[in-house]
């Protein structure tokens, strides 16, 4: 009897340390994301404020979009091809879409440059950025961070942007 009495409380023990190991992989996993304190940078911010203002009636602003949701993979491409492609756009956003409140259809893109993007690799992505939206034919509008924007300046680029370009 006492190999049986030994076979059993080593498989208790085993199904104990089992289960305590599994509770705090199981703790570790909830703890892997946290909420961040705000969806915008405080320069971000302090834009997205002057920008709201300064759109024309009828448009909408949306921020930090992934470019995926603006742009699709052309037809015709092969399965790789088309992989690659999306690939390229489904981690990227851009920091402000400018839409038309009737249908949400894009109207421009805006992309608020801090010294981040003079490093090479952000010139990189910002001239891949650059190429897609001229690509599809969507302006994109580059705004260097400031720690003051003029609401007549904004709003006279934002004109020359979304009033020059063909309708659609």
């Known amino acids: 009897m006492q190999p049986i009495s030994i076979l059993v409380a080593v498989v208790l023990v085993a199904f104990f340390l089992w289960a305590v190991i599994k509770a705090q992989l199981a703790g570790r996993r909830k703890g892997v994301y946290y909420l961040r304190k705000s969806l915008f940078t405080p320069a971000e911010r302090v834009f997205l404020e002057v920008l709201e203002r300064a759109v024309p009636a009828g448009v909408r602003v949306f921020g930090k979009v992934r470019l995926e949701d603006i742009f699709g993979v052309a037809r015709g491409l092969d399965r790789a091809e088309r992989l690659a492609a999306r ?47 001229a690509s599809a034919g969507l302006p994109l509008l580059h705004v260097p961070v400031q720690k003051a924007y003029s609401l007549a300046e904004l709003k006279a680029d934002l004109a020359e942007v979304l009033f020059k370009r063909p309708s659609n």
């Not at 489904?90 to 402000?96: E, I, S």
């Not at 839409?99 to 003079?118: M, N, Q, Y």
């Open 87 to 133: 690939n390229k756009i489904n981690r990227k956003h851009v920091d402000f879409l400018l839409v038309k409140e009737s249908d949400l259809a894009p109207l421009a893109g805006i992309e608020l440059d801090d010294s981040s993007h003079e490093a090479d690799d952000r010139r990189q992505r910002d001239a891949f950025v650059d190429s897609t939206f």
